[in-house]
Structures are given as structure tokens and as C-alpha cells.
């Protein structure tokens, strides 16, 4: 491990399962100190032990990204434990969709708050109470999506808060790029994960079909003809997070296996 003097601090949301927690690993395998947060305590204690387990320095508490004061509690026991956040990795984000016109207002309005409204918040966060603004040298790694590119049927809400995602990546990583800090958008297509099985389940209920049947509809639009997987997703958070990745910034970047080339 890097000695602790010199060990640079991560933060991930959305950190016990899929891309948060293959990131989340990932970054501590390359000497980061990482700081976890999820909603659920019992998810958050499991992933600690077993990311302390294998060796990395972790410790994590729970967050509700759609609530400022649990963002800000979250950030500063973060600080309080590891110290000044180097990295952000905006991952905690939720599927949601379906015929727009039978869309409810609690549906939109937590759709873009889960997957929007927290990447602002966790950032101005980072930036302040994490002591980020200060630094000549830092990471902001926002989780969005081919969806945040093009329009994707029946997923309205998913599709507009994931083009936020990239729109404030875009306009903040030129704010900041004169203080050293980067900030960029990681994109994935399809990635096995839990929250990939629910919206095969939400589509196969949609077109009266199988999941099965999605699954196969879904992988012959991918040219790779399969899945990416979550550690293929955070390979890319954890070098935009490296020294060589420095002069990388305001991008989106897809990880997709050629589902959109774009």
C-alpha cells in the first residue's frame, strides 16, 4: 500500500454493488483511501468488511444522495476519518421510465434527484466541505450513460437526468480546469448489475415478454455482442482518477462495447 502521508482520499456513492464497488475496489487496489456511502447500513458495514478484507483501506458510512444533509454529513466523515477528498466518484444513481405520458410526478422528480440533483450535491460537497477547491490536483468521475447521449425508449426520465449528468460535467470540468482539478463523465451501455436485471424486468412487463427475450434483443444491438462488466467500467473511473490522466477533462466517455460510437 501507499504510505499513508502521501495516500490521496475517494469518495464513491453507490459503493456495495456493480460500478460503485468494482470503482470502489479498483481504487483502492491503486493506494486510494476509500470513503463508501450507500443507503442502506447494513449493505454499507458488509462492504467495508470485505473491501478491508482484501486488503484496502476502507471505511464508508450511509448516505441518501437526494438529501443535502446527509451528502454533507457523509463528506465530512469522510474528512473526518480520512482527511481532504482527492477523488469523487458520483456513482449512486436509479433506473426509471415507462410511457411518458403515464409518468407520475414521484417517479420523474426522484429519478432526477437520485441520478442529477446528488452528483451536484456530493460535488459542491467535495469542493467545500471536503476541502477539494483547495488542491492543484483532483478527480470528479460522474457515472452516466450512453442514455445521457441519445434518447432511449420508454426511459424519459433516465435518458434526461443522465444528459444532465453530462452537461454538468461538461460545464464544470472547464470551470475547473484552470485549478488542476478534472472532471469527467464515465458512459456505460449495458453492464450486468443488479439495476441492469430491473430494467429487463421493467421491459420484459412493458412488451409482455420474457426477460430472456430482452436480454437477447439488447445484446444483438451491442457490436461486441455482450455485456460490459463492472470491473471494464471502473477500469476507466480508475484511470481517469490517475496522474497519467491529467490533461483529460470535461469528457464523456463511453464504455459500451461499441453501442454508441459517439
Not at 426509471?96 to 446528488?118: C, H, K, Q, R
Request: charged residues 20%; negative net charge.
Amino acid at each position: 500500500m501507499t504510505d499513508t502521508t502521501t495516500q490521496r482520499v475517494a469518495v464513491v456513492t453507490g459503493a456495495t454493488s456493480g460500478i460503485g464497488l468494482a470503482s470502489a475496489r479498483l481504487l483502492g487496489r491503486q493506494g486510494h483511501q476509500v470513503f463508501i456511502g450507500a443507503r442502506n447500513a447494513e449493505n454499507v458495514a458488509a462492504t467495508v468488511k470485505e473491501l478491508q478484507g482484501e486488503g484496502i483501506d476502507a471505511d464508508g458510512t450511509v448516505v441518501d444522495v437526494r438529501d443535502t444533509e446527509s451528502v454533507n454529513a457523509w463528506i465530512q466523515a469522510a474528512v473526518d476519518r480520512f482527511g481532504s477528498v482527492d477523488v469523487v466518484v458520483n456513482n449512486a444513481g436509479r433506473s426509471g421510465g415507462g410511457p411518458t405520458a403515464d409518468i407520475a410526478d414521484e417517479l420523474w422528480d426522484d429519478v432526477i434527484d437520485t441520478n442529477l440533483n446528488s452528483v451536484f450535491r456530493v460535488t459542491r460537497a467535495a469542493l467545500t466541505i471536503g476541502g477539494l477547491r483547495a488542491k492543484d490536483r483532483g478527480r470528479i468521475i460522474n457515472v452516466a450513460s450512453t442514455a445521457g447521449k441519445q434518447g432511449v425508449v420508454l426511459g424519459a426520465p433516465y435518458s434526461a437526468s443522465k444528459h444532465g449528468v453530462v452537461g454538468f460535467t461538461k460545464a464544470l470540468g472547464n470551470e475547473l480546469a484552470p485549478t488542476g482539478i478534472t472532471v469527467n463523465a464515465v458512459c456505460p451501455g449495458y453492464v450486468e448489475t443488479p439495476m441492469a436485471q430491473r430494467v429487463r424486468q421493467g421491459y420484459a412487463a412493458a412488451y409482455d415478454t420474457s426477460e430472456d427475450a430482452i436480454l437477447e434483443k439488447f445484446q444483438a444491438k451491442i457490436p461486441l455482442g455482450r455485456y460490459s462488466t463492472p470491473e471494464e467500467v471502473a477500469g476507466l473511473v480508475g484511470y481517469l482518477a490517475s496522474d497519467t490522466a491529467a490533461s483529460i477533462t470535461s469528457q464523456a466517455l463511453n464504455v459500451c462495447g461499441g453501442l454508441g460510437n459517439f
